[in-house]
């Protein structure tokens, strides 16, 4: 009766546990950018993005400085190809967030006074792939 009750209780844990990450991976979108996207600059996606959303960048040059705003955010530049070049005098990305992936990009700091890439303290667990 004992290991009954246990084996219930453990399995309606599972269960839960399989539902919440279910529903929280459920809910991620994927937001381009670019040419002939709901969105025109990278700053606009994030702006609206939520935590496990990502981010696909159209080839192109984009003027901006990135900064995240959510956790677990995916920034990739289009793997139907092209190149992603991200430009601004000084910093082009600051990472203010955790669990932050960034893949493909071409970051360009045109020889400013500050680092390229930011990484602040809240920045656990950045991944920058295939980045220069």
């Known amino acids: 009766m004992f290991r009954s009750s246990v084996f219930n209780s453990t399995l309606r844990l599972y269960s839960c546990l399989y539902f919440c990450l279910l ?4 809910s991620a979108a994927e937001r381009f ?39 677990g955010l995916t920034l990739r530049a ?5 190149e992603v ?22 970051l360009d700091g045109q020889y400013g006074d500050r680092d390229v890439v ?6 656990n667990y950045t991944t920058l792939r295939d980045v220069e």
């Open 23 to 26: 529903s929280v991976s459920a």
């Open 85 to 106: 070049l991200v430009t601004s005098f000084g910093r082009v990305l600051r990472i203010n967030h955790s669990n932050i992936t960034i893949e493909g990009l071409i």
């Open 78 to 82: 289009d793997p139907e190809g092209g």
């Open 33 to 71: 950018v670019g040419e002939g996207t709901a969105y025109s600059t990278i700053t606009a996606a994030i702006r609206d993005a939520e935590s496990g959303d990502i981010i696909t960048i159209r080839a192109g040059q984009y003027d901006e400085t990135i900064e995240t705003t959510v956790d």
């Open 118 to 123: 930011q990484i602040r303290d809240e920045g």
